[in-house]
């Protein structure tokens, strides 16, 4: 399936700019006057690899800082531990 941003052409693909005669929607993205979008990172402070040589040494490491949750499968871990938000941006509400 194409489009005019992945440069593949496709009899069946349209624009809304095709219902307009003259206008050439090519180098126009319904863009161009919009305000730079700028979002600064707010990710962690540091991060650090641990290892273990064993389980129990990660039982040992999870006891300590209180997380007990901790699995061999556990990618990632905030200190402390954060609570988890309820994805509120994907509610529906209504007044």
Known sequence: MGNKFNQVRDPNAGSIMDH???VDDRHHSGWDDMPEFDQPEKGQFHLM???FDCEADLREFAE???QTNITTKTKAIWYPARE???PTILKWIEE
């Open 84 to 86: 988890k938000k309820e």
């Open 49 to 51: 690899r641990v290892r």
């Open 20 to 22: 307009y005669e003259g």
């Open 64 to 66: 300590k800082i209180e």
